[in-house]
């Protein structure tokens, strides 16, 4: 029988270990690798990298229970804020509770474009260009002939005319790249595409290129929390249901909050999309680019009410093209050992888990902000930052802590002092 996952954060770094072997990982080779504190070597780092003189260390959490179609999953944290790791675990079971999250992929294809100046009538080109399409889409997929066999390649292909400083022919393709991220796949048909696309058009080049605004590769998550599970108290339940909707309008409207908004949802997308391995940076990208795609700036979730069944409602969509094949997935060991512990989903199941575990990390900041205020929570995990940071040793850190909170004092100086008091 499985022991139960209540109580995680208080148990011994020994007693989680054990835990996390006996839930969550089905491998020999995984365990091992928790258990011996597995991490990139050397070597592998510098084949990675450039100009390598050692390897960073951050630290690797866990979130279990996250509910995501029906399925669980203990889902892998890199990150260095205690806060982040606690409000997802806090998120997720509230909303495990509730019925978990429903997510969708609604298509996994990637974009990349081939970019045309100097062409003398871009009408004709457009049409000379669309007039090849199918050529086109076969010349690309001979240029990459293995993804043709993993059952991806070329899907597609549209033109667009760019007004600018300078006017452009734009060439859109449009490629499935099945468990990859595919920016090698998509730069190398590019390449490929570029002499004939010049031929047709009687244009120049500019750049072939993948584009990371993935709106071919996009992701919905949605989770339905009965008031009842937000409080005990009838009232305050709605009141807060009602404060958080109206959070999710202000990160609509101005774009200031929507800043901090979206941050907040991607601490927990960084940290799991840093665990797997993926490109957080490129994801980051599309998604604030998504976040702008009406000309405005905005928060990326909204979170609504349904009066009938007295339901907070929330709902995220993004471009979410990660892989679970390709890059260092399969050379770091850390990473190795996170998609064992997720269970080896698929590129479209990783997917839904990240932005799921988006709108978690969303509900928990919200919940925080329209109550307590986003301090209080804060205050006990940044007092032992401090206490550690001034010094103190691990039987002096809680004795220091609760010194710290009935100060209400929170700096260095502080901390230093009351370590000093508490040694004398």
């Known amino acids: 029988m499985k022991n139960s996952w209540n109580g995680f954060a208080k148990k011994s770094i020994e007693e989680r270990l054990e835990l996390v072997k006996a839930q969550a990982l089905t491998s020999l080779e995984a365990k091992k690798s928790l258990e011996q504190n597995e991490n990139l070597s050397l070597a592998v780092a510098d084949q990675l990298s450039e100009n390598v003189v050692g390897t960073f260390s951050v ?60 062409v003398p009538d871009e009408e004709q080109a457009r049409q000379n260009i669309l007039d090849k399409k199918a050529s086109l889409l076969e010349m690309a997929n001979r240029a990459y002939p293995s993804i043709v066999k993993r059952g991806g390649g070329a899907r597609d292909l549209h033109v667009e005319q760019i007004s600018g400083e300078t006017d452009f022919l734009v060439v859109y393709l449009h490629v499935d790249t099945q468990e990859a991220m595919g920016a090698n796949m ?43 599970y937000l409080s005990r108290q009838k009232d305050e339940a709605r009141e807060l249901a009602e404060k958080m909707v109206l959070a ?69 969509t993004l471009p979410m093209p990660v892989a679970t094949k390709g890059g260092s997935i399969g050379l770091n060991p850390r990473v190795v050992l996170s998609h064992d512990l997720l269970g080896h989903p698929s590129a479209k199941e990783l997917a839904q888990i990240i932005v799921s575990i988006g709108l978690a990390q969303n509900f928990a900041a ?42 209400k004092t929170f700096n260095l100086e502080k901390a230093q002092t009351l370590l000093k008091h508490l040694r004398s």
């Open 59 to 118: 630290p690797y959490s866990v979130v279990p229970e996250v509910l995501v179609n029906g399925q669980e999953y203990t889902v892998p944290y890199v990150t260095e804020e205690p806060s982040v790791v606690a409000a997802a675990s806090f998120a997720n079971k509230i909303i495990k509770r509730a019925g978990g999250f429903t997510a969708q992929v609604h298509q996994r294809q990637m974009i990349g474009q081939v970019a045309l100046y100097n």
């Open 186 to 228: 998509l730069n190398t048909m590019l390449e490929a595409l570029k002499p004939s696309l010049e031929d047709f058009s009687q244009g120049q080049s500019l750049m072939g290129i993948l584009s990371n605004y993935a709106t071919d590769s996009l992701v919905t998550a949605t989770c339905r929390l009965g008031f009842r």
């Open 248 to 316: 999710s309008q202000f990160a609509q409207a101005d774009p200031y909050r929507a800043a901090t908004h979206n941050k907040g949802i991607f601490n927990g997308i960084d940290a799991l999309l840093i665990a797997t391995g993926n490109d957080w940076r490129a994801i980051e990208a599309g998604a604030h680019a998504y976040a702008s795609r009406d000309g405005s700036y905005r928060g990326l979730s909204r979170w609504t009410i349904d009066l009938e069944t007295e339901e907070l409602v929330g709902e995220m």
């Open 366 to 407: 919200l919940k925080a902000l329209v109550s307590t205020g986003i301090q209080h929570g804060h205050m006990k995990l940044q007092a032992k930052s401090l206490a550690l940071l001034a010094g103190a040793t691990e039987a002096e850190v809680p004795k220091l802590v609760e010194s710290l909170i009935a100060e």
